[in-house]
């Protein structure tokens, strides 16, 4: 998998940079990293479906919150543990994932996503009952405790950066090992022409609601983890912004790449820090205009990436990388297709 | 009756609503998701131009609104073409589908910094026109409502049918090569698409305006505008008549007898319905290449 040794150092820095990270930041940016890594997981996830497998979905907060309100039902009410409550949320999800890939057997590109958009809304509206029927009152959330093991609480900042960091590294690992399995190979068969990977063999509806219920289940997992993050669970949080964003987050990185998706989620998380860190250098006070601000960088990414650099951020990682592999020659060599 | 006047002055508003979206996806098959906020800030601009020199709308100031909104909007949709729309000329139709959602995120964005998310009204016919004896009543902005749709349906129709433009238009949604090679000019057709397009969501939008109060969640009957499109089948303005009425019709009675919460879920569970039995809805035509 990594046959130069360049590729060898540039993962070794990374992995180094990034275990270090904790000793040389605060806790805001910390807290600013956790949140990345939990969106991450979500981004593999949506882009294990739309970008490996084709099947373009709006579905991704309804299955964030599924994910969410499994653990908050498991740990609140019942007392579960983390270690059974987070892998039963993603068994949940994925089951929610595998009815909603149920209409992607019949059909294709934008008829899909209204029908997944379609399903968020229902699947939001059971969820906004179920809160007000549960919850304290019908917009307080559900509380979630902090996992833990043995007496020790996850609570601080770091620790839930290696936490996630463990939970991230892991879902990577798998995904891209997946994306090369014959798993990985038959969606994207079926991306680039459904009919043509039929006659090769692939088992179309099979792989189909394969992708939907893997990524359903790493939704659910970011969902989950997201809930025990932030100790509580409404369903306000799960708009259909949110799946936009995370839509917005593998059109940035880069459709059907494991790797994208990771650059994707980290930029769309902290652009609006970012924009409200700019903001906050201006000399004249904005108010609450900056919330919109803020909404617009991420609208203005997507259309910015589709127009001007569709491929997204690997893409251009990529370019860089092939600069310098080739150097000083100005050729890039010609990859066979399909190796991402 | 005061219910069937209410569920035709909602569903005039859905059916121009939707019918913007089936000229945009006639003229190419791109579906616009941004066309609640296309709607809602056009309702804002008209808001802010009424309102631009005093405090009540005067015949003059709504003169003016009227003017500013329409020609804003139209220049608006050709503005949205040149810039966005045909540099995806070619590329997948769920790209330009995904460039739609970002162009809604603007927008909705561009209500929060430039109106702050102020919640107005749009005060104009609020006035009974028409006293039942049970106590409910027809509005002026009722009767406007269903007649500028009905105007405004039957100028498209007069225009698709009748004039040579509309001819090119229609040749031009067929098949946009063929129609190109016969000298029509596909930039000119797609650029009046969109520029009609957002102007029947800008009046659309006034119309809603009109009879409750506007604020950047307001933009989500761009999505019962999408679902009355599809139950009438995305390439037909008959559907998108018909389609508005009964999205309108289910929503106002799931409010009025059931709940409202149910309500707003309401035009997704009919989407499901329509995905489910006829994907092409009521008046579309058959597309064999959604379909597995």
Known sequence: ?340 | MELLVSILALGSTYALLAAGIVIIYKASRVINFAHGELAIVGAYVFHSAGFLTGTTLTALSLFTAIVVAATASALFGVVIYFALMRRLLGRPTFVAAMVTIGLAIILKAAIVVIWNSRSVGIPIGRQALYNFAGGGRISWIDVISVLTCAAAFAALAIFFQLTRLGRQFRGAAENPLLAAQRQVNINLILAIAWSVAVFSAALAGVLFGSRSMLSPQSTIIGLSGLTAALVGGLDSLRGAAIGGLLVAAATYLTARLISPTLAETVPFLILLIVMSWRPWGLFGTVEEINRV
């Open chain 1, 1 to 340: 998998m990594l046959p130069e040794p360049y590729q060898r150092a540039v993962i070794a820095i990374v992995v180094a940079v990034v275990l270090c990270l904790p000793v040389f930041s605060g806790d805001y940016f910390l807290h600013l990293m956790n949140l990345s890594l939990i969106a991450v997981i979500g981004a593999i996830g949506i882009n294990l479906l739309t970008g490996y497998c084709g099947q373009l979905s709006l579905g991704q907060a309804s299955f964030m919150a599924i994910g969410a309100f499994s653990t908050a039902i498991l740990a609140q009410r019942y007392g579960m543990p983390f270690f059974v409550a987070i892998p039963a949320s993603c068994c949940a999800g994925a089951a929610v994932g595998f009815l909603v890939g149920l209409p992607a057997l019949r059909f294709r590109g934008i008829y899909l996503a209204i029908t997944t958009l379609a399903m968020h809304y229902a699947i939001i509206y059971v969820l906004t009952n179920y809160q007000a029927i549960v919850g304290p009152s019908a917009s307080a959330g559900i509380t979630v405790p902090p996992p833990s093991i043995e007496g020790f609480k996850l609570t601080s900042e770091r620790g839930w950066y290696y936490a996630l960091l463990i939970a991230a590294a892991a879902v990577l690992m798998f995904s891209l090992n997946l994306a090369r399995s014959y798993i990985g190979r038959a969606w994207v068969a079926i991306r680039d022409r459904d009919i043509a990977a039929e006659t090769a063999g692939v088992n179309v509806p099979r792989y189909k609601l394969l992708a939907f219920t893997i990524s359903a289940a790493l939704a659910a997992l970011a969902g989950s983890l997201g809930a025990y993050f932030t100790t509580v669970v409404t369903v306000e949080e799960y708009t259909l912004e949110l799946a936009i964003i995370y839509l917005a987050m593998i059109i940035v990185g880069g459709m059907g790449s494991v790797v994208g998706s990771v650059f994707g989620a980290v930029f769309i998380t902290l652009l609006p820090f970012a924009v409200q860190r700019a903001f906050d250098a201006l000399p004249w006070h904005f108010g609450t205009g900056i919330f919109g601000v803020q909404e617009a960088a991420i609208g203005a990414a997507i259309i910015g990436f589709l127009l001007l650099e569709p491929d997204g951020l690997i893409e251009i990682y990529r370019r860089i990388a092939t600069y310098f592999e080739r150097w000083p020659f100005r050729y890039r060599e010609i990859k066979p297709s399909g190796a991402r």
